[in-house]
Protein backbone atom coordinates (compact mmCIF):
# COMPACT_ATOMS: atom_id res chain seq x y z
CA UNK A 1 0.00 0.00 0.00
CA UNK A 2 0.85 3.42 -0.73
CA UNK A 3 -0.05 6.26 0.54
CA UNK A 4 -0.46 10.22 -0.47
CA UNK A 5 -1.14 13.66 0.99
CA UNK A 6 -1.18 16.51 -1.06
CA UNK A 7 -1.42 19.87 0.09
CA UNK A 8 -0.40 23.44 -0.75
CA UNK A 9 -3.81 24.16 -2.92
CA UNK A 10 -5.33 28.08 -2.95
CA UNK A 11 -6.76 30.55 -4.37
CA UNK A 12 -4.36 32.60 -6.55
CA UNK A 13 -4.66 35.38 -8.81
CA UNK A 14 -3.72 34.82 -12.44
CA UNK A 15 0.06 34.79 -13.20
CA UNK A 16 0.72 34.29 -9.86
CA UNK A 17 2.42 30.79 -8.38
CA UNK A 18 1.60 27.83 -6.28
CA UNK A 19 3.25 24.82 -4.82
CA UNK A 20 1.53 21.73 -4.33
CA UNK A 21 3.23 18.99 -2.49
CA UNK A 22 2.81 15.20 -2.11
CA UNK A 23 3.97 13.06 0.65
CA UNK A 24 4.38 9.01 0.10
CA UNK A 25 4.85 6.91 2.69
CA UNK A 26 4.13 2.94 2.68
CA UNK A 27 5.73 0.85 -0.07
CA UNK A 28 6.53 3.88 -2.24
CA UNK A 29 9.80 1.65 -3.85
CA UNK A 30 6.87 -0.54 -5.32
CA UNK A 31 5.42 2.09 -7.68
CA UNK A 32 8.11 4.06 -9.56
CA UNK A 33 6.11 7.09 -11.39
CA UNK A 34 4.66 10.06 -9.48
CA UNK A 35 1.85 12.09 -11.38
CA UNK A 36 0.06 15.39 -11.13
CA UNK A 37 -3.40 14.96 -12.64
CA UNK A 38 -6.18 17.56 -11.93
CA UNK A 39 -9.76 17.48 -13.30
CA UNK A 40 -12.28 20.79 -13.66
CA UNK A 41 -15.86 20.73 -13.18
CA UNK A 42 -17.43 18.70 -16.27
CA UNK A 43 -14.03 17.65 -17.32
CA UNK A 44 -11.95 14.41 -17.63
CA UNK A 45 -9.05 13.94 -14.98
CA UNK A 46 -5.88 14.63 -16.95
CA UNK A 47 -2.24 14.50 -16.76
CA UNK A 48 -0.74 17.59 -16.07
CA UNK A 49 3.07 16.37 -15.41
CA UNK A 50 4.69 13.12 -14.19
CA UNK A 51 8.00 11.87 -12.93
CA UNK A 52 9.92 8.63 -12.13
CA UNK A 53 11.54 8.06 -8.65
CA UNK A 54 14.41 5.84 -10.13
CA UNK A 55 15.91 8.27 -12.76
CA UNK A 56 14.04 11.78 -12.50
CA UNK A 57 12.83 11.44 -16.16
CA UNK A 58 9.76 14.13 -15.99
CA UNK A 59 6.72 14.22 -18.56
CA UNK A 60 4.58 17.33 -19.05
CA UNK A 61 1.26 17.91 -20.89
CA UNK A 62 1.46 20.35 -23.38
CA UNK A 63 -0.31 23.35 -21.84
CA UNK A 64 1.48 23.64 -18.71
CA UNK A 65 5.13 23.28 -20.65
CA UNK A 66 6.78 26.22 -19.82
CA UNK A 67 5.19 26.90 -16.59
CA UNK A 68 5.25 23.94 -14.54
CA UNK A 69 8.04 21.95 -13.02
CA UNK A 70 7.65 18.98 -11.48
CA UNK A 71 10.22 17.43 -8.67
CA UNK A 72 10.76 15.01 -6.48
CA UNK A 73 13.03 14.69 -3.06
CA UNK A 74 13.74 11.15 -2.60
CA UNK A 75 14.72 11.22 0.84
CA UNK A 76 11.76 12.93 2.06
CA UNK A 77 9.37 10.88 -0.93
CA UNK A 78 8.05 14.23 -1.93
CA UNK A 79 7.20 15.16 -4.75
CA UNK A 80 6.27 18.64 -6.05
CA UNK A 81 4.93 20.98 -8.65
CA UNK A 82 5.58 24.33 -8.98
CA UNK A 83 3.16 26.33 -10.87
CA UNK A 84 4.15 29.53 -12.44
CA UNK A 85 2.15 32.11 -14.50
CA UNK A 86 -0.91 30.64 -13.93
CA UNK A 87 -3.97 31.20 -15.29
CA UNK A 88 -7.66 30.79 -14.67
CA UNK A 89 -8.51 27.43 -17.26
CA UNK A 90 -5.61 25.93 -14.17
CA UNK A 91 -8.64 25.88 -11.73
CA UNK A 92 -9.21 22.37 -11.13
CA UNK A 93 -8.96 19.54 -8.36
CA UNK A 94 -5.51 18.52 -8.29
CA UNK A 95 -4.61 15.08 -7.69
CA UNK A 96 -1.29 13.35 -6.64
CA UNK A 97 -1.06 9.59 -8.22
CA UNK A 98 1.77 6.48 -7.99
CA UNK A 99 2.23 4.00 -10.90
CA UNK A 100 4.41 1.50 -12.54
CA UNK A 101 4.95 3.84 -15.52
CA UNK A 102 4.81 7.23 -16.93
CA UNK A 103 1.36 7.01 -18.74
CA UNK A 104 -1.92 9.68 -19.65
CA UNK A 105 -3.93 7.63 -18.59
CA UNK A 106 -5.43 7.73 -15.31
CA UNK A 107 -6.62 3.90 -14.62
CA UNK A 108 -2.64 3.16 -14.55
CA UNK A 109 -2.40 4.41 -11.26
CA UNK A 110 -3.74 2.67 -8.73
CA UNK A 111 -2.87 5.21 -5.66
CA UNK A 112 -4.35 8.64 -5.03
CA UNK A 113 -4.73 11.16 -2.97
CA UNK A 114 -7.60 13.39 -1.58
CA UNK A 115 -6.77 15.98 -4.08
CA UNK A 116 -5.98 19.70 -3.34
CA UNK A 117 -7.98 22.83 -5.16
CA UNK A 118 -5.95 25.09 -7.22
CA UNK A 119 -8.28 28.23 -7.95
CA UNK A 120 -6.89 31.26 -10.07
CA UNK A 121 -8.78 34.38 -10.25
CA UNK A 122 -8.56 36.63 -13.60
Known amino acids: QVQLVESGGGLVQAGGSLRLSCAAS????????MGWFRQAPGKERELTAAITWSSGTTYYADSVKGRFTISRDNAKNTVYLQMNSLKPEDTAVYYCAAGPSVSLRSHVYDYWGQGTQVTVSS
Open 26 to 33: GRTFSRNT
